[in-house]
T-cell receptor, first 116, second 111 residues
Framework: KAGVTQTPRYLIKTRGQQVTLSCSPISGHRSVSWYQQTPGQGLQFLFEYFSETQRNKGNFPGRFSGRQFSNSRSEMNVSTLELGDSALYLCASSSEYGGSSYNEQFFGPGTRLTVL | SQQGEEDPQALSIQEGENATMNCSYK?????LQWYRQNSGRGLVHLILIRSNEREKHSGRLRVTLDTSKKSSSLLITASRAADTASYFC???????????FGKGTTLSVSS
């Protein structure tokens, strides 16, 4: 099976712009989670989707949003970008319903976002 | 929010030596997972240990869980240069919720 893919791999934006990141989970996986990784804050949970429904949400401002499509592919959007949004954004998929904490998460390579 | 805290933050050893990393957490958990991340890449799942388990093995990896002390340890035996990476523990605040990751231990194995 192909692994989790994320596009684009690298992105440079300027403050105030918006950005959309895409994640394609492993075939058959219905749960997709998103994480932001920065040197200062480490790995922080953004949100989790299962069967097109947001199941869990982390403590991020409303500028961060996401969605999941019927084929389980997921997108996350960040509007009005700030310098502090520069980070590695990771998506992970898993096969089970029980939530990311129950199951092995398969991570994609990440999208490196730089905000200038 | 609840978070696992790894200790030490950084560890440098020689090839062939064992590496031990510890993780402490604050509240009761259902599961604890360990992940590895090579520089700037995605995470790779290593082991999931449930709260009713005390020890699990996978190849050169051994994970223990002590729920009374709210701590876990990851032991890598006979380390190799390829084990150089950051290692994270991840816990859940309650069943079916998101994973919360610690800040990680950076392991450097030199030949």
């Amino acid at each position: 099976k192909a692994g989790v893919t994320q596009t684009p791999r690298y992105l440079i934006k300027t403050r105030g712009q918006q950005v959309t990141l895409s994640c394609s989970p492993i075939s058959g996986h219905r749960s997709v989670s998103w994480y932001q990784q920065t040197p200062g804050q480490g790995l922080q949970f953004l949100f989790e989707y299962f069967s097109e429904t947001q199941r869990n949400k982390g403590n991020f401002p409303g500028r961060f949003s996401g969605r999941q499509f019927s084929n389980s592919r997921s997108e996350m959007n960040v509007s009005t970008l700030e310098l502090g949004d520069s980070a590695l954004y990771l998506c992970a998929s898993s096969s089970e319903y029980g939530g990311s904490s129950y199951n092995e998460q398969f991570f994609g390579p990440g999208t490196r976002l730089t905000v200038l | 929010s609840q978070q696992g805290e790894e200790d030490p933050q950084a560890l440098s050893i020689q090839e062939g030596e064992n590496a031990t990393m510890n993780c402490s957490y604050k509240t009761s958990i259902n599961n604890l997972q360990w992940y590895r991340q090579n520089s700037g890449r995605g995470l790779v799942h290593l082991i999931l240990i449930r709260s009713n388990e005390r020890e699990k093995h996978s190849g050169r990896l051994r994970v223990t869980l002590d729920t009374s002390k709210k701590s876990s340890s990851l032991l890598i035996t006979a380390s190799r240069a390829a084990d150089t990476a950051s290692y994270f523990c991840a816990t859940d605040a309650q069943a079916g919720t998101a994973l919360i990751f610690g800040k990680g231990t950076t392991l450097s194995v030199s030949s």
